[in-house]
């Protein structure tokens, strides 16, 4: 069984930036695909970003392509989602996610393991 504990969240102005965390607890975070996915209050949650097993795919929800940067630390055990030029829509909660597949797409039953979330909130 996988642990994931997200940090990193809070509140920032538009135009800002953050950096959430990911680190799987009782296992090798190696072993699993991981992604970022979001919920906005009264919305459904939706896939933000993906990195396959090796770091070697990325994938991103064109809403933030080209100013989130998902990563893998392999030596920290931990990925990790850089969020630039901020925006209010941005708004939601952020949940890590990790799959035993080599790639695990946008869609969230194809991930196995959450994270309890962690809040971001942009201001205008």
């Known amino acids: 069984q996988v642990q994931l504990v997200e940090s990193g969240g809070g509140l920032v102005q538009a135009g800002g930036s953050l950096r959430l965390s990911c680190a799987p607890s009782?296992?090798?975070?190696?072993?699993?695909?991981m992604g970022w996915f979001r919920q906005a209050p009264g919305k459904n949650r939706e896939f933000v970003a993906t990195?396959?097993?090796?770091?070697?795919?990325?994938y991103y929800a064109d809403s933030v392509k080209g100013r989130f940067t998902i990563s893998r630390d392999k030596a920290k055990n931990t990925v990790y989602l850089q969020m630039n030029s901020l925006k209010p829509e941005d708004t939601a909660v952020y949940y890590c996610?990790?799959?035993?597949?080599?790639?695990?797409?946008?869609?969230?039953?194809?991930?196995?393991?959450w994270g309890q979330g962690t809040q971001v909130t942009v201001s205008s």
């Open positions: 996610a990790a799959s035993t597949a080599n790639y695990a797409g946008t869609v969230a039953d194809g991930y196995g393991y």
């Open positions: 990195i396959s097993r090796t770091g070697g795919s990325t």
């Open positions: 009782g296992r090798t975070f190696s072993s699993y695909a």
